[in-house]
């Protein structure tokens, strides 16, 4: 059975800190890798990694992917409180969907 | 703008009774997903459908029903089998560069 795990479950931190969040995944039909950003509703895309070793970066935000330890990690440096959110790793399957992990409450306390 | 449309926000339900969650896309996207979400807990794949009229059950399917009659419309129907509906509800679609888009939820209470 596919599946993907995210850890930790929830974090707090204090700006400025730096953060890492982990996924890992076993998924038989993998295609890409995706990490999203959940605030209240709809969550918003922040990379699609295909690529191992090839790190993707936004602002402060950064992602790499590592398809030999079926993993990928997301780094916040600088953190502030507008990146409190749920942070929602997510394998799109060839079949042609997503299976996502049970995401990061991510908590920057000022 | 392109994008989706859910409605309504908030949904409330009497035991027993079937509702229909409304998701319209004007994205001209061919593939589109019902997920739902509860506390602490990622996104389940309810119901995809890759084009019009036809769709495959996702991991907790049962107690669902969906229709993919046009390509921009995919209603999810919440039946009185599904024991737990109470939830967060979210559609997606996905265009042929792979992006996923997603609507802004519908959240179902039983009462």
């Known amino acids: 059975e596919d599946k993907v795990v995210q850890s930790p479950l929830s974090l707090v931190v204090h700006e400025g800190d730096t953060v890492t969040l982990n996924c890992s995944y076993e998924v038989t039909n993998f295609r890409s890798l995706l990490w999203y950003k959940q605030e209240k509703k709809a969550p918003t895309f922040l990379f699609m990694l295909t690529s191992s070793g090839i790190e993707k970066k936004s602002g402060r935000l950064s992602s790499i992917l590592d398809k030999k330890e079926l993993s990928s990690i997301l780094n916040i440096t600088a953190t502030q409180t507008g990146d409190s959110a749920i942070y929602l790793c997510?394998?799109?399957?060839?079949?042609?969907?997503?299976?996502f992990g049970k995401g990061t409450k991510l908590s920057v306390k000022p | 703008d392109g994008g989706i449309t859910q409605s309504p926000k908030y949904l409330f339900r009497k035991e027993g009774q079937n509702v229909t969650l409304s998701c319209e896309q004007n994205?001209?996207?061919?593939?589109m997903y019902w997920y739902r979400q509860d506390p602490g807990q990622g996104l389940r794949l309810i119901y995809y459908?890759?084009?019009?009229?036809?769709?495959q059950k996702g991991d907790i399917a049962e107690g669902y029903s969906v229709s993919r009659e046009k390509k921009e419309s995919f209603p999810l129907t919440v039946t009185s089998a599904q024991k737990n509906p109470t939830a967060f509800y979210l559609c997606a679609s996905r265009g042929r560069d792979y992006g996923y888009t997603f609507g802004s939820g519908t959240r179902l209470t039983v009462v």
């Open positions: 994205l001209n996207h061919d593939a």
């Open positions: 997510a394998v799109d399957r060839s079949q042609g969907n997503l299976i």
């Open positions: 459908s890759q084009i019009v009229n036809d769709f």
